[in-house]
């Protein structure tokens, strides 16, 4: 049971940050039916999130040793890239006062920071493990 709960918490952020992006820590609302840049940005990490999310469940139901430390590799490298979609690969708003700024990017980078240090946890339990086994 141990071993799954790293397993769990990186499913858990992948999720918070899929779900969350779209909801309690979304970008600026859209004004009249146009999207401020901030919108592509939450789209971006959104669709990243999904994926993370994907990845952490094949990694909770995988048994092999090999393969969760490899998953959890591209976990933590995916997770670290997130943190550089908004604001630095898809601009924010001008306004340094909007949610974009406040909310958004400050959440983005905690929750992908969190998942990245978790998923680098992981892989390397996981490769001492593997190299125990042998």
Avoid: Y
């Amino acid at each position: 049971m141990k071993e799954k709960i790293w397993d769990i918490t990186g499913l858990v952020l992948s999720l918070l940050l899929a779900v969350g992006s779209l909801t309690f820590f979304r970008a600026c609302d859209s004004e009249e039916g146009r999207h401020m840049a901030c919108h592509w940005a939450q789209n971006a990490v959104t669709l990243i999130g999904i994926v993370l999310a994907v990845q952490s469940l094949a990694k909770l139901l995988t048994r092999h040793k090999g393969v969760k430390a490899g998953l959890a590799i591209g976990i933590a490298t995916l997770a670290a890239a997130v943190i550089f979609i908004p604001g630095t690969a898809i601009n924010l708003c001008m306004m340094k006062t909007m949610r974009c700024h406040t909310v958004f990017r400050p959440a983005v980078t905690v929750v992908s920071s969190l998942l990245a240090a978790v998923s680098v946890i992981d892989a390397v339990t996981n490769l001492k493990r593997l190299g125990k086994e042998k």
